[in-house]
């Protein structure tokens, strides 16, 4: 069995490719451009059962080829950092709608049997109250989130038009290693390590529901290895917190005062608050998560501790691109 898994030098596709390699199981390729935000720092690149190929997900002949290939398609590979999508969102587009539906109609050809494709609780827009379950409106507010429904819509129109096996999640914030530090978490963590301010947006009163990567990753497992064709599943961490509860709780792990906290303009159509109805995913798969968010936090903030040769060149990278 090969599964063809894009995206994965990134922050949540690489975990989930560490996690499959860490037992025995299928092949492994993974299909990654390499943007900003990939690393193949992430990746085990010397492991027998993974192979890596630097590409396009938008790239027709090479997507037909890898998809032929390959058995199960695990598709994280997106443009996915909201503030960027509010400073130009071409490339939002172009990755997220026209990449992905480069790569079902790849998966469609080259007789993929089961695709899953990796989306976000943004799709539903701000959930004021309660929680929104997989029936929920779409109601995307940012670029980002918008790109992100688009290509929910295209691949279950796969399922629907075509029968390609298309199986969706929708999942909350991840936070863990190897993510990028532009995310809040990250850049929070990196900045008061180093002794510099935290830009807080608007009143810090913004609400996510903050998931451990490795988590998720089990989630998408299920969903790959025992979910329904044509299913969407939510994917929540349980922890729901406000910007401020969040910056209290890093500010304590990172041993600062709330005199580091800039309070900066806020986010242009800034969600206030997303919060993921998972029951599906717990009562059809066994999903449920493992982490508790106090030492899941604590041991994201000792891995950044003692992996600054990992981001500190991502930093400088993103400074020069600002200067
Ligand atoms: P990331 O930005 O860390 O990584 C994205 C990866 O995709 C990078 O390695 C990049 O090089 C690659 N990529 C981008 N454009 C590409 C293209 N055109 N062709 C091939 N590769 C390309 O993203 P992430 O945080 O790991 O998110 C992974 C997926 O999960 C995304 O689809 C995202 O929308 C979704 N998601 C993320 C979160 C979160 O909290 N980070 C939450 C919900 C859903
Ligand atoms: O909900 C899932 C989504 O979570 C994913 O689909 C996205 O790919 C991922 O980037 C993330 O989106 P958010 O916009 O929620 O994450 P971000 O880390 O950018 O911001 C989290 C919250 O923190 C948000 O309310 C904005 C706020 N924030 C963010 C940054 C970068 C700040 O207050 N200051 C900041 O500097």
Redesign the pocket.
């Known amino acids: 069995m090969n599964v063809l898994v ?9 975990a989930y490719v560490r996690m499959l390699l860490r037992s025995d199981g299928p092949t492994i390729t993974v ?9 193949l720092d ?1 990746l085990p690149l010397d492991h027998p059962r993974l192979e890596f190929v630097q ?4 790239d027709a002949e090479l997507v037909a080829k890898l998809t032929s290939q390959a058995d199960h398609v695990v ?7 909201v503030d960027r999508s509010i400073s130009g969102a071409s ?1 939002f587009v ?3 709608v026209v ?1 992905t539906q480069t790569l079902l109609e790849g998966a469609l050809r080259g007789g993929v049997s089961t695709f899953v494709h ?5 799709v539903y827009g701000s959930v004021d109250s309660g929680s929104s379950d997989e029936e929920y409106l779409l109601r995307p507010s940012s670029p ?1 989130s918008a790109s ?1 429904a688009s290509s929910d819509l295209l691949a279950l129109a796969y399922h629907h038009t075509h029968g390609l096996d298309v199986r969706v999640t ?6 863990g290693p190897h ?2 530090p532009e ?1 809040v978490i990250p850049l929070f963590v990196t900045n008061l390590l180093d002794g510099h301010q935290v830009p807080l947006y608007g009143e810090g009163l913004n609400v996510r529901d903050w ?1 451990h990567v490795d988590d ?1 990753c089990r989630g998408v497992e299920l969903v790959r290895t025992q979910g329904r064709p044509g299913e969407v599943y939510n994917i929540g961490g349980g922890t729901e917190l406000s910007n401020k509860e969040l910056t209290g709780l890093l500010l304590e792990a990172c041993g600062a005062d709330w005199d580091r906290v800039t309070h900066v303009a806020d986010r242009k159509g800034h969600d206030l608050r997303y919060s993921v109805d998972w029951s599906k995913a717990r009562e059809e798969l066994g999903y449920r998560p493992r982490h508790d968010f106090r030492s899941g936090l604590a041991e994201t903030v000792d891995w950044y501790r003692a992996h600054r040769a990992w981001w500190e060149p991502l930093k400088r990278r993103v400074a020069e691109e600002h200067a």
Do not use: V
């Open positions: 894009t995206g994965a030098a990134g922050f949540i596709g690489s299909l990654d451009k390499l943007t900003y935000a990939g690393s992430n590409g396009d997900i938008r598709h994280f590979a997106a443009e996915s950092h490339d172009l990755t997220n990449g990796i989306s976000t609780d943004e980002y992100k929708r999942c909350s914030n991840n936070y993510q990028f995310k998931l998720h």
